[in-house]
């Protein structure tokens, strides 16, 4: 069975510093996968997603990037972050080739920026 | 572009009695509609979908979702509240490229 793997769970960090997320599938080969930041009270917001590797979809122009350096890994970075990152990062995957079709969440990463 | 509204931010509701929490999509063509639900804290797990086919879909923890296409919705349902229900529950509508739309979310409270 596939399972999708976020670390680290909480994160705090201050101002202007740097950040690296990590998202895990297995149990898969090839998944599309997505970074969506929800903020309190709010609800989700797409900010990357990949079809394969090295293949990059930013939705929302700002302070963080994305990469896949291996197939099924997924990762979210900022060279300096701002007190509006704070939030929680949820990492989802789909099946290859299925568009559209239901995305399976990862626990979720909680960042604070003091 | 497809979009989703959740009228109701939050809902309390009584344990044992019934729940309903709408939903009302935005998309040209046949859409692939989702309800997910997200305790504190947690990621989000799909409770159900509907792609096609029967327009009466049941999912996990005894919930059920109808689309109606005239009404453009896909209200979820659950005939008897448990406490454990008490969550953030968000429908998603998919249209074919790679991308989810969520709506806003509905808290619902179990009171007692």
């Known amino acids: 069975s596939q399972t999708i793997h976020q670390w680290p769970a909480t994160l705090v960090q201050p101002v202007g510093s740097p950040l690296s997320l990590e998202c895990t599938v297995e149990?898969?080969?090839?998944?599309?996968l997505y970074w969506y930041r929800q903020a309190a009270g709010r609800g989700l917001q797409l900010l990357f997603y990949?079809?394969?590797?090295?293949?990059i979809s930013s939705e929302v122009p700002q302070n963080l990037s994305a990469s896949r350096p291996q197939d099924r890994q997924f990762i979210l970075s900022s060279k300096k972050l701002l007190l509006s990152d704070s939030g929680f990062y949820l990492c989802?995957?789909?099946?290859?080739?299925?568009?559209?079709?239901?995305?399976?969440f990862g626990p979720g990463t909680r960042l604070t920026v003091t | 572009a497809q979009s989703v509204t959740q009228p109701d931010i939050h809902i309390t509701v009584s344990e044992g009695a019934s729940l309903e929490l709408r939903c009302n999509y935005s998309?040209?063509?046949?859409?692939?509609l989702f309800w997910y639900v997200q305790s504190p804290g947690q990621g989000l797990q799909l409770l159900l979908k509907?792609?096609?086919?029967?327009?009466l879909v049941q999912g996990i923890k005894g919930f059920e979702a109808e689309f109606k296409r005239s009404q453009s919705s896909f209200n979820l349902r659950k005939p008897s509240v448990h406490w454990s229900d008490a969550a953030e529950y968000f429908c998603?509508?998919?249209?074919?490229?790679?991308?989810?739309?969520f709506g806003a979310g509905t808290t619902v409270t179990v009171r007692a």
């Open positions: 998309y040209g063509a046949t859409p692939y």
């Open positions: 509907y792609f096609s086919g029967d327009t």
């Open positions: 149990g898969t080969s090839n998944p599309n």
């Open positions: 989802a995957w789909t099946p290859p080739g299925l568009a559209g079709y239901e995305q399976y």
């Open positions: 990949s079809v394969g590797i090295g293949q």
């Open positions: 998603a509508v998919g249209g074919g490229d790679y991308k989810l739309s």
